[in-house]
């Protein structure tokens, strides 16, 4: 099945993920003006009018670029719905991105057909992330148009599954959109994406490592001087298991070694432990990361990454 209009006239097959507290109007701008797909949790809009600023500031500068490139148009935004029943600002939230009509909504932790036929109803599209076979045949039969599909390594929530087995296993049954998430931070990785199955690349953690993206520049600095040793599995944080940065850990006065298990049942995004936030001070990062080596500008970091893939490209395949 070819792609949708909305997703095969990128510049690069990527897709920036969603990065909770960190992912901003600037960065998202900078992301699709760049030519890839661009987003932000809803929930990082805080308090929950500044959700109905941040689409119009997006929607308003993206417009303006079109206007002023006609030639070299912007990739669609995406908009990341935690659909999870302790959002309690899922309908508000939804009712903002109908206003916009946002072009892609992103679903997590859990699949509402509601949902999907509300972004359906303006002619959005929703990409639905999963970590396994299970819940990706729900989120399709629930009315998802494409799978986000979480391997190992990935930063953040991430599953445990190899990527080759994850689209290998996705691909034998579902010929719509499939986007790999997990470790990918260059344009070798995106190539490699695509050789397996995957359409398009999930790329989050290099994105914080760039001036637009609202992290602390230690966040930033740390990722620059880490590699996937440095990363950690933990469920203790959200009581989801996760990918997170060593160091933040250690900073934050626990033993990156010896974690307890988080309570699933306590899942809470803002959750506290010790004083130290999960996600503000306990950092969520991708194994991938040994391959960002300094900060910069989103769009020099989308470059970066298109030489990368076109040089992988002309080597492996002559073209």
């Keep these: ?12 097959p990527v897709i ?3 990065l909770f507290i960190i992912s901003n ?17 809803a929930l990082n809009a805080r308090p929950a009018s500044q959700l109905d600023e941040w689409l119009a500031e997006i929607t308003e500068a993206l417009a303006a670029w079109n206007a002023a490139h006609p030639d070299q ?20 939230d939804m009712l903002l991105c109908a206003k916009y009509k946002v072009p892609i909504v992103i679903t997590s932790l859990g699949a509402r057909p509601e949902v999907n036929q509300g972004v359906h109803s303006w002619g959005g599209m929703v990409l639905h992330d999963v970590i396994n076979q299970t819940f990706a045949h729900k989120a399709i039969d629930k009315g998802a148009d ?86 950690v599995y933990s469920s203790l944080f959200t009581g989801v298991h996760g990918n997170y940065l060593r160091g933040s850990i250690a900073s934050a006065g626990l033993d990156p070694d010896h974690l307890p298990e ?14 130290a936030k999960a996600w503000k ?31 992988a490209r002309l080597r492996l395949c002559g073209g």
């Design 25 to 41: 109007p600037k960065l998202v701008i900078a992301q699709c003006t760049a030519g890839i797909v661009g987003s932000f949790p």
């Design 16 to 18: 920036g993920s969603p």
């Design 73 to 92: 148009p912007a990739a669609p935004f995406a908009v990341n719905q935690i659909v999870h029943r302790s959002n309690d600002r899922l309908e508000h």
């Design 146 to 231: 494409g799978l986000i599909v979480v391997a190992a390594g990935a930063g953040g929530h991430a599953g445990t599954q190899s990527p080759f087995a994850l689209v290998q296993e996705t691909r034998a049954w579902f010929d719509g959109p499939i986007v790999l998430s997990g470790a990918i931070a260059s344009g070798n990785a995106i190539l490699a994406a695509q050789a397996m199955g995957a359409d398009l690349a999930y790329i989050g953690s290099a994105f914080i490592a760039t001036d637009e993206a609202r992290a602390v520049d230690a966040y930033k600095q740390m990722i620059v001087a880490s590699s996937a040793q440095d990363i």
């Design 262 to 275: 988080g309570d699933p049942s306590k899942m809470d995004f803002a959750a506290a432990l010790g004083g």
């Design 1 to 12: 099945m070819a792609l949708p209009q909305l997703l095969s006239s990128l510049r690069l």
């Design 281 to 311: 001070d306990i950092w969520g990062c991708g194994q991938g990361i040994g391959a960002v080596r300094k900060v910069q500008g989103a769009a020099a970091l989308v470059e970066q990454l298109s030489a990368e893939y076109r040089a």
